[in-house]
């Protein structure tokens, strides 16, 4: 690899030298269709049909992911200790534990074959075997010395939905979703194909078979990492209650949220003070492999939240039976990691309703926390504190965006982005920075939008203004990350720096990918060129908070043209500390996360032991329609209230991008579609209409 120290490029802002200190993260882009695209089609056709062909074109697309995936490992090669502490650890027993992110495991649907209707949230089960051939034929590490571990939300109840139907009436463990195969069931994520690929690219005479480990997935035989020298293990990491002696609790350093956090031993290793847990448990090179995704909650999902979030154990209770210490519903199968706080401000929730408790004033009952960053902050220095190395290899092949649940709204968005890096600050504020500025670096400069961190990446946005007696549509910039503390306070918590620079490869046009203050492109014969997303990201759930220039200039319109207070109401519901801007700490103080964290609980638990659950599940959408509105409920709530504007704002944007136009149904002489906005009220009604009969409605 080049020394890049020192390198001028010439770009539309002038001479510069490229960027050559912090910490390195490799980028590698690759051709979308050549990859991963389509796969999930092709194995329907493989496993329905036997069609030969399609299998053998997923293994080409798979060829084509590692051939070209090396070029985000390779500066990790070549610029840090990566290939040393690797041949270290494995010399001292421990495996690579490669942790996708896998909400929900319904990657290939039981019924059609086809891509599940979670697999949008997925991790793809083809981008790890990729990954995992690299490490096996570049590093030598033998099949034998990995394995696969993961801790997703939903994998209990979609284990248990999965028994319910098999066709042989047997039990499908958790594990067994994850391989996507027990006998001829097929439903799950897909790690039975990542072994089978795995299998059919060993070199002759080859030992490790990656085939071993499969039927213990299968029967539910558990084995630790340490007693399976000759297998390839999955391990549910959420499994802690059947048998205590699989996890233990360790210290978190300046822990905010929590003091102590317990973990499967698969990740951690057994106790120090224990020769034959530690033998049995030697700890792991975690190799973290997050899907690229917006999200609900946090700025969007990335390395540090699939380690902050996807490591707590679901079924994990100290003080024993089913009161489980991180997940909700407790007494039953968990459903939702509602335990965690994820807002600031906690509510103190009635379990039979899912609602905050009042206070003698009528007042709801919080308690002030970290939040979600402090959450995930505080379970990753919990993991690095026991002296684990971890690697971060993100799959932004297909990013997703709109929405991460794995619900119909999101959208894969081809980027054929790879990034790896050693320092999960660094590379994850990389990714944000991508997935958040879709502008060229002379036309961010020229904003003077300061993204919290000293860069200037701003996000190109409609702006919705008074036109006459519409309110129509012009383009501005907005800056997510400039509302987001969590990479300032993971760094402040040791966990890395904000510093980077980049070295890699774009396999579309053959340049090597640098970055030049920061902003990602290629170089040509010593000339700069951009490399950003054409895709303007956001998640649905959270509009004002993402597109929050957006949604304020249109509540500033509506104000202007009804003589309304929205904005106001909306700023004081919100913005804690009356800066005119509402950040991602501030959520409100009705504890609006868990509420609905608890109350999807509930709901999604009951997949395990109801076979029509899925279908009531679809009426939970009702429990905050019905609790936004103090007349619509006994209790006189209004927790979800000043929250569901954000919807509202939502459904306007969207019926501002529609191809016709229409009057408005409330406010006279008001037109939306084509660029043009509705009134809230109108936006309500088809929000509402939709929620209840369907995306098709009217």
Same mark, same amino acid.
């Given at each position: ?73 390779? *500066? ?167 048998? @205590? ?36 448990? *030697? ?45 909700? @519903? ?83 968005? @081809? ?8 320092? @999960? ?274």
């Amino acid at each position: 690899m080049a020394n890049i120290e020192g390198q001028r490029v010439d770009s539309p802002i002038g001479t510069h030298e490229i960027d050559s200190e912090g910490s390195v993260i490799g980028v590698a882009r690759l051709d979308v269709e050549k990859s991963y695209e389509g796969v999930g089609e092709l194995l329907q056709k493989f496993i329905n049909d036997s069609e030969v062909t399609a299998w053998e074109q997923i293994t080409a697309k798979i060829d084509y992911t590692y051939t070209h995936i090396g070029h985000a490992l390779s *500066p990790l090669i070549d610029e840090t200790n990566l290939a040393q502490e690797i041949e270290s650890r494995l010399k001292q027993g421990q495996k690579l534990l490669f942790k996708p992110n896998l909400v929900g495991v319904q990657n290939i649907d039981p019924q059609t074959h086809g891509p599940g209707p979670i697999s949008t949230s997925c991790t793809e089960w083809s981008f790890i075997a990729a990954l995992m051939r690299w490490f096996h034929d570049k590093l030598r590490v033998s099949y034998h010395q990995m394995s696969l571990g993961e801790a997703a939300t939903l994998m209990p109840v979609i284990a248990g939905s999965y028994s319910m139907i098999h066709p042989e009436g047997k039990k499908v463990t958790v594990e067994a979703a994850l391989e996507g195969k027990s006998g001829e069931f097929y439903g799950g994520w897909g790690f039975y194909f990542v072994r089978k690929y795995l299998a059919e690219n060993l070199d002759q005479g080859a030992v490790d078979d990656p085939m071993q480990g499969f039927e213990e997935s299968v029967s539910g035989v558990y084995i630790p990492p340490g007693k399976a020298p000759d297998k390839l293990m999955v391990y549910d990491l959420n499994q802690i209650s059947d048998d @205590p002696s699989r996890g233990r609790e360790v210290q978190v350093p300046g822990g905010i949220n929590y003091q102590s956090i317990a973990l499967h031993k698969a990740i951690i290793g057994g106790d120090p003070e224990d020769a034959d847990d530690i033998k049995a448990y *030697p700890g792991c090179i975690l190799v973290n492999v997050p899907k690229f995704k917006v999200h609900a909650i946090a700025l969007f999902t990335n390395i540090i939240k699939n380690l902050g979030i996807g490591l707590y154990p679901m079924q994990y209770a100290a003080g024993g039976s089913r009161k489980w210490d991180y997940s909700v @519903p407790r007494d039953q199968v968990p459903g939702m990691k509602g335990g965690i706080p994820h807002g600031v401000w906690v509510a103190d929730l009635d379990p039979d309703t899912s609602l905050p408790k009042r206070d003698s004033s009528g007042e709801y009952m919080v308690n002030k926390t970290g939040g979600i960053t402090a959450t995930m902050i505080d379970i990753i220095k919990a993991v690095s504190g026991q002296d684990i190395f971890m690697i971060h290899v993100v799959d932004g092949i297909e990013a997703i965006n709109l929405d991460h649940t794995g619900s119909s709204m999101g959208l894969r968005t @081809p980027e054929g982005l790879v990034v790896a890096g050693l320092d @999960p600050v660094a590379a994850d504020l990389l990714c944000a920075r991508y997935m958040f500025s879709n502008v060229p670096i002379d036309e961010a400069l020229k904003t003077k939008m300061d993204d919290g961190t000293g860069g200037f990446f701003p996000q190109a946005v409609p702006i919705p203004r008074v036109g006459g007696k519409s309110i129509v549509t012009e383009t501005g910039y907005d800056c997510p990350l400039s509302r987001d503390i969590c990479f300032k306070k993971a760094e402040e918590r040791g966990l890395g720096q904000r510093k980077y620079y980049v070295h890699g490869h774009d396999a579309v046009t053959d340049l090597p990918i640098v970055s030049l203050m920061e902003h990602l492109g290629t170089s040509r014969d010593g000339k700069f060129a951009d490399l950003i997303t054409e895709t303007l990201f956001f998640d649905v759930q959270k509009f004002p908070w993402d597109m929050q220039r957006t949604a304020v200039a249109y509540m500033e319109a509506l104000d202007e043209l009804t003589g309304s207070s929205i904005k106001e109401n909306f700023f004081k519901a919100y913005d804690e500390d009356s800066d005119g801007i509402v950040t991602y700490e501030e959520f409100g103080k009705k504890g609006v996360w868990e509420s609905v964290l608890h109350s999807s609980g509930r709901n999604v638990s009951k997949m395990a032991s109801d076979p029509l659950a899925y279908l009531k599940n679809a009426f939970n959408i009702t429990f905050i329609l019905k609790h936004s509105d103090p007349s619509m409920n006994a209790g006189n709530h209004d927790v979800f209230g000043d929250f569901s504007i954000g919807i509202q704002i939502l459904s306007a944007f969207q019926m501002s991008q529609m191809e016709f136009e229409a009057p408005d149904t409330i406010v006279e002489g008001l037109i939306w579609g084509k660029g043009k906005w509705p009134s809230l009220q109108t936006a309500q009604f088809f929000r509402m209409g939709m929620t209840i009969y369907g995306a098709g409605f009217p």
